[in-house]
């Protein structure tokens, strides 16, 4: 069974910095694209990033190009989301994501992701 625990979230301030990790475990996570979707109170669950399977891709929302990198480690099924320049609205939580199949290069859909983590409160303060 797929397993992806999210961590890193906090209070941080306008303008700081925040890393968020996503621990994924379960059968050839490696050949899985992973991505980053947060949701907002009362709002609907967006794509913030993905990255492909093989790490050759990356992907963005376009509001958050610049500001958001993702990066993997394959050899230990790790997945991070390194956030600068946090905005107010930045807050949300932010939740890990596996594709559903394998080899792909990341959708922004979240249709195409079956496995999610319980996700991980992000909230920028003024």
């Known amino acids: 069974q797929v397993q992806l625990v999210e961590s890193g979230g906090g209070l941080v301030q306008t303008g700081g910095s925040l890393r968020l990790s996503c621990a994924a475990s379960g059968p050839a996570i490696s050949k899985y694209a992973l991505a980053w979707f947060r949701q907002a109170p009362g709002k609907e669950r967006e794509f913030v990033a993905a990255?492909?399977?093989?790490?050759?891709?990356?992907s963005y929302a376009d509001s958050l190009k610049g500001r958001f990198t993702i990066s993997r480690d394959v050899a230990k099924n790790w997945v991070y989301l390194w956030m600068n320049n946090l905005k107010l609205e930045d807050t949300a939580v932010y939740y890990c994501?596996?594709?559903?199949?394998?080899?792909?290069?990341?959708?922004?859909?979240?249709?195409?992701?079956?496995?999610w983590g319980q996700g991980t409160q992000v909230t920028v303060s003024s």
């Open positions: 990255i492909s399977w093989d790490e050759d891709i990356t």
């Open positions: 994501a596996e594709d559903s199949r394998p080899c792909g290069t990341g959708s922004s859909q979240a249709y195409a992701y079956e496995y």
